[in-house]
């Protein structure tokens, strides 16, 4: 079982508030990842990490930002939530070579967001 | 950018058959691809990679075909069972992008008893 977490698990707010969602693994991966996934929807990439101070956008424009100062911690912060940012938000880490021998990644249970 | 289309229509097959899934792309060959399961509400797990050189990989129940010609893998559950029903994700390993992974829509798989 892979060990990465994230908090919360459902989260419901009102417009405009600022939110964060937290992402920790205990594996000691230099990669980690954010998605988006709306229901029966494919993963889009919205931010990913290679490491302590990287951070690039992914394929999926975003409003949310992200910041890696530690290995183990990605958090993402909504500075203002919006009803179009109502959806189920995945982390993900991964490490050179990994046990297939090609990065696979590791996904948390994800958190589930709904802006009223 | 690749594109990947999985098939969107469920999947339900009888407890003890094969169930077969396809994954096509569009664009270049990938160097890796690679099949993840995720159950409703959950985040994905890791099933099989294979590489663009190799032609078929197994593990137990589970086999993946990759045809770089017709731009296309299958995936296979042999022997199914009611706890193989899941949505089955495939994604390409963009390589020359720093190894990001692009994801099909999936394929949800019922096995009935």
């Known amino acids: 079982e892979a060990d990465i977490y994230q908090t919360p698990r459902y989260l419901v707010i009102g417009t405009g508030k600022k939110i964060t969602l937290e992402c920790s693994q205990t594996?000691?991966?230099?990669?980690m990842y954010w998605y988006q996934q709306d229901p029966g929807m494919e993963l889009h990439l919205i931010h990913y990490s290679y490491g302590v101070n990287s951070t690039e956008k992914g394929d999926l424009s975003s409003e949310s930002t992200v910041s890696r100062i530690r290995t183990e911690h990605f958090p993402l912060t909504l500075e203002s939530a919006r009803p179009s940012h109502t959806s189920q938000y995945l982390c993900?880490?991964?490490?050179?070579?990994?046990?297939?021998?090609?990065?696979?990644?590791?996904f948390g249970p994800g958190t589930r967001l709904t802006v009223l | 950018s690749q594109k990947i289309e999985q098939n969107s229509e469920a999947l339900n097959i009888q407890e003890g058959k094969t169930a077969t899934l396809t994954c096509n792309y569009t664009n270049y060959s990938p160097a890796y691809l690679q099949w993840y399961r995720q159950d409703p509400g959950r985040g994905p797990v890791f099933l099989l990679l294979?590489?663009?050189?190799?032609k078929e990989k197994r593990k137990e129940r589970l086999k993946v075909t990759f045809d770089t010609t017709l731009k296309q893998s299958l995936f296979h559950i042999t022997a199914s069972q009611p706890a193989d029903s899941a949505t089955y994700l495939c994604?390409?390993?963009?390589?020359?992008?720093?190894?990001?992974?692009?994801f099909g829509g999936g394929t949800r798989v019922l096995v009935k008893p």
């Open positions: 294979i590489r663009e050189n190799e």
């Open positions: 994604a390409l390993d963009e390589q020359a992008a720093g190894n990001k992974l692009t």
């Open positions: 993900a880490s991964s490490e050179y070579p990994g046990t297939s021998g090609h990065n696979e990644q590791f």
């Open positions: 594996m000691g991966h230099d990669k």
